[in-house]
């Protein structure tokens, strides 16, 4: 489903009245909450674990041998370090107060083996690349927000109602409705709990949404 989908759905399953909203943007009074509603918790969802398989992704940078440190991709949330390379040559990811103290101002010319991320969020090498190099990883983005009609969560589409579940508890809460908290809860927990089980290595549920 998308954005917009969502937020229609949203809709049915508590009984408002009306058939929207027909735009996620310039919504006003309770066509607004559902469509925040909607987009608040697809990123509470995302945010439960940093590794679900739907946020993987793969990068590279193109190194310039004129420098030492490289921007990373904007949505990059976590590297996985067993992945980083230039080339073939296999890439160390260093904390940053190691790298700082042993690595930053280093005047190795060998091909650079050894890396870090800033605070700033800025990968640094431990020597200049040679010409033509390129940086190659696997990492996970950050938290998909949904902005427009036609955007569609990450997750598999098995798993959109998830979302309008969760989303059912906030309004449910919000017009002090407890069975539609209740149903909201009991629909979620058996799809987030598939969702797990297939998007996320043997890890342990965390309690109910509020």
């Known amino acids: 489903m998308t954005f917009l989908e969502l937020c229609q759905s949203l809709r049915r399953q508590v009984g408002a009245a009306g058939t929207g909203p027909a735009n996620v943007e310039g919504q006003t009074g309770e066509s607004a909450r559902l469509v925040e509603w909607v987009r608040g918790e697809w990123l509470r969802i995302q945010q439960r674990h940093e590794r679900w398989r739907f946020a993987w992704a793969t990068g590279e940078v193109d190194l310039s041998p004129e420098f030492r440190e490289f921007a ?15 080339g073939k040559t296999i890439v160390s990811l260093l904390p940053w107060e190691r790298f700082r103290s042993d ?61 309008v579940y969760a989303a059912m508890i906030q309004y449910g809460l919000y017009e002090n409705a407890p069975e539609v908290v209740q149903q909201g809860r009991n629909n979620f927990a058996g799809v987030y709990q598939e969702m797990v089980n297939r998007e996320l290595p043997n890890v342990t549920v965390q309690g109910p949404l509020a």
């Open 72 to 86: 990373l991709p904007q949505d990059l949330s976590v590297i996985d370090e067993q992945t980083l390379r230039i």
């Open 103 to 163: 690595y930053r101002d280093s005047t190795n010319v060998r091909e650079p083996r050894i890396a870090s991320i800033a605070p700033d969020g800025l990968l640094y090498l431990e020597s200049e690349p040679p010409v033509g190099a390129r940086l190659t990883f696997e990492y996970w983005r950050t938290p998909q927000t949904l902005a427009s009609n036609s955007d569609v969560p990450r997750c598999p589409a098995v798993y959109h109602d998830a979302i």
